[in-house]
């Protein structure tokens, strides 16, 4: 991707990619349940400790769900992180669909300064 302030499903060799399913039932509702998956490329360059150790870091992000669930200082910790990081970005940046290809749908988060800062 050459513009660093857009978001495609266009991914690089080397990233890691944490996937969140909902389960929802037969009216298309969430049950509360996920699945998640963590996938890599095959091609990725990295090397072997390296690769381990993203994808430790990337098994760490996941195990924070069930964590939260157990620990309700964390969980309230981490939503008032959440809460205030939206509502910092929502000020300064809006998304923009710039584009679009076939099925692929190209976003910018375009901020107030429009790169110019």
């Known amino acids: 991707m050459n513009n660093k302030d857009t978001y495609s499903k266009e991914f690089n060799?080397?990233?890691?990619i944490i996937s969140v399913s909902p389960i929802i039932d037969n009216n298309s509702k969430w049950s509360g349940q996920?699945?998640?998956?963590?996938a890599s490329s095959e091609k990725n360059p990295l090397n072997d400790p390296d690769y381990k150790n993203l994808f430790h870091l990337?098994?760490?992000m996941c195990s924070l769900i069930p964590v939260m669930e157990n620990d309700e200082e964390l969980l309230e910790r981490l939503d008032e992180y959440a809460t205030d990081f939206?509502?910092?970005h929502r000020k300064k940046d809006k998304l923009i669909i710039s584009?679009?290809?076939?099925?692929?749908?190209?976003?910018?988060?375009?901020s107030?300064?429009?790169?110019?800062?």
């Open 58 to 60: 990337c098994k760490m």
């Open 13 to 16: 060799k080397q990233d890691f």
């Open 34 to 38: 996920i699945s998640i998956d963590i």
């Open 86 to 88: 939206e509502k910092e």
């Open 99 to 110: 584009g679009t290809k076939g099925n692929v749908v190209t976003l910018n988060w375009k």
């Open 112 to 117: 107030k300064t429009e790169g110019s800062a």
